[in-house]
């Protein structure tokens, strides 16, 4: 029952490069949210952006919402070592009872 | 500080063996929910609850129990472990469901079944 799919799976990049990540759904949304996960760790809620809302920042991270498309984006400007973590998409069931992952991206910056 | 919190954070344990990984949240929030993070699969949901003595099943209950006495605590209980619960697992916890409002997640909890 996935729901968001990340793309790409997996982004290496140098510091103070910007980080690009999309993802794309299948259903209708309230909203759409980004997660961060360091590695094996509990994911951190970074943004929530809701159905008729365009774009949304939060300090380094932008986020844009394309429903006519089905898609998000999450940017993150000026990447740190400290941003090499895995971001996920999530969007609600049709239910309401349950988040959906995607994949996530793996996102790694080097020194 | 607001927080989901899951003990223990590691445990090896043998086939058959019941064990209870337990999950407090001091937010005050009305859903719960448990999920397990396998490789090549994602984070799949095992159960949730909506309150105090409402739970449901979610996409991979076969294997768990959950129960919902108090608010604040919402354990995840294996009668009867299998190597195919190896798993990590996350407690969440969100205000008033998901379809509005986003999830705190717990550290996790590595499980090992053998």
């Known amino acids: 029952s996935q729901q968001g799919e990340e793309d790409p799976q997996a982004l290496s990049i140098q510091e103070g490069e910007n980080a690009t990540m999309n993802c794309s759904y299948k259903t209708s949304i309230n909203n759409l949210q980004w997660y961060r996960q360091n590695s094996g760790r509990g994911l951190v809620h970074l943004i929530l952006?809701?159905?008729?809302?365009r774009e949304k920042h939060s300090g380094r991270l932008r986020v844009t919402l394309d429903t006519s498309k089905k898609s998000s984006s999450l940017l993150i400007t000026a990447s740190r070592a400290a941003d090499t973590a895995s971001y996920f998409c999530a969007t609600a069931n049709q239910a309401g009872t349950a988040l959906i992952f995607g994949k996530g991206t793996t996102l790694s910056v080097s020194s | 500080e607001a927080q989901v919190t899951q003990n223990p954070r590691y445990l090896i344990t043998v086939t058959g063996k019941k064990l209870t990984v337990t999950c407090s949240q001091n937010m005050n929030h009305e859903y719960m929910s448990w999920y397990r993070q396998d490789p090549g699969l994602g984070l799949r949901q095992i159960y949730y609850?909506?309150?105090?003595?409402?739970?449901d099943k979610g996409d991979v209950p076969e294997g768990y129990k959950v129960s919902r006495k108090e608010k604040r605590n919402f354990p995840l209980i294996l009668e009867s472990p299998s190597p195919n619960q190896t798993s990590l697992y996350f407690c969440?916890?969100?205000?008033?469901?998901?379809?509005?409002?986003?999830?705190?997640f717990g550290s996790g909890t590595r499980l090992t079944v053998v």
């Open positions: 969440a916890s969100s205000s008033a469901g998901p379809r509005y409002y986003g999830y705190t």
């Open positions: 952006i809701r159905s008729n809302e």
């Open positions: 609850s909506m309150n105090v003595e409402v739970t």
